[in-house]
């Protein structure tokens, strides 16, 4: 299943030396998609390969030409289902999400569907950080409860507002992320600035950091490697607001938001969802209005902590046993998720030079190749 690892500098390299190798890839990965099988869902990423190079043979005039990518079950694309992991809701879309037109029109190409939680129930065994991992695709778009861990892939999370949460199923898009991963930043930063769009108070890559922020006075190995890489002083904050919030985050309480256009459909029907599932449900549906309420006053008092602890640094470093940094779309941060664990956050806005000191963090993966897989000479894909 795992092939070499995909980069836009491999795959640019490749495609300016032979355009129509594209097809190559694109049956290549076909083809190890249509194995998975259970809740994956192919896209036609052949016939999108030769209508790209029929309507665009020019790979240099797209940012994104030719690049292959998968998307969460709950991203609207039309013709293909939609789903949040409940069965019974699943929909067949006739237009594309906002994210998903912005990314054809750079040329991308989608690989398929990959099984997405947005509930948080039940955590996707091989999503789109896994299909990035494997070779299957560039990069992945999906919602932040994938978990990254050991698979050598970033995890890019834009600043709350610059993707359109528009053709997105089973959300709340004030407290939900949308990640892109990626083998590497300058991956996960071209994606981003395609699907996206410029913020409010965007911060220039050149503009330097000066204080890194650590929870709890953090002295690990990996802290003050940062910090010295990075050439920052340290500043030790009060890591209770952060704690909080992103247990917070992980309280059934929000399910009512992100089940709202359905909650109808779950009270008439609860037969038609997973029997795993329903308990939660109706628990979290059955909750009083006033808790939701409750947690919403938290949650913004929560925010304005954070707000001023981040008056007193420029970035934070948030340690691997921490956690996933699950309050960042909440409180309206920006952060990328590194490969050997940890997670560097900045305040809205600071993505570009979020970005710029996250690569300089990364060893590259020495796996990368220009070939997607090796093809056996008894296919027919190598005498193309």
């Known amino acids: ?44 990423l052949g016939a999108a390969a030769r209508e790209l190079l029929a309507r665009c043979p020019d790979p240099s005039a797209l940012p994104l030409w030719g690049v292959p990518y998968v998307v969460g079950a709950n991203i609207d694309v039309a013709g293909l289902p939609t789903s949040a992991g409940l069965p019974s809701l699943d929909f067949l879309p006739d237009f594309d999400a906002v994210l998903v037109e912005r990314l054809r029109a750079a040329g991308t190409l989608l690989v398929g569907k990959v099984p997405a939680d947005p509930l948080g129930l039940d955590g996707p065994s091989f999503g789109s950080a896994e299909a990035v991992a494997t070779g299957l695709a560039a990069f992945g778009i999906a919602c932040d409860r994938d978990d990254i861990a050991g698979r050598g ?39 981003r600035k395609t699907a996206g769009w410029s913020g409010p108070k965007e911060v220039a890559a050149s503009a ?15 802290a003050r490697d940062i910090a010295e890489r990075l050439g920052l002083t340290t500043v030790a904050l009060d890591e209770a ?33 997973p029997p795993r599932c329903r308990r939660r449900l109706s628990m979290a549906l059955d909750r009083p209005a006033r808790q939701l309420v409750q947690a919403q006053s938290c949650l913004s008092a929560l925010r304005r902590r954070i707000e001023a602890a981040f008056s007193d640094v420029d970035l934070l470093f948030v340690p691997p046993p921490f956690g996933s940094a699950g309050f960042t779309r909440a409180c309206g941060l920006a952060a990328i998720v590194l490969p050997d664990g940890g997670a560097l956050v900045g305040a809205a806005g600071d993505d570009d030079r979020l970005a710029a000191a996250a690569a300089t963090l990364i060893v590259p993966n020495q796996t990368r190749s220009t070939r997607p897989i090796d093809i056996l000479a008894s296919s027919p894909l190598a005498h193309r």
């Open 1 to 44: 299943m795992s092939a070499p690892l995909l980069t836009l500098g491999d795959l640019g390299a490749r495609f300016e030396r032979r355009p129509d190798s594209v097809l190559d890839l694109a049956d290549d990965i076909s083809a190890r998609f249509a194995t998975l099988g259970g809740a994956h869902v192919p896209a036609p």
């Open 208 to 222: 330097r950091f000066a204080r890194l922020g650590l929870l709890g006075d953090d002295r690990s190995s990996m």
């Open 241 to 273: 607001p952060f704690a909080d919030a992103t247990a917070l985050m992980e309280d059934d309480i929000w399910l009512s938001l992100r089940l709202d256009d359905v909650a109808t459909a779950f009270v008439e029907r609860p037969d038609l969802f």
């Open 153 to 191: 892939v970033v995890e890019v999370r834009p600043t709350p507002g610059l993707i359109s949460p528009d053709g997105l199923f089973g959300i709340a898009p004030e407290l939900d992320n949308l990640v892109i991963h990626a083998v590497d930043v300058a991956c996960g930063t071209a994606v």
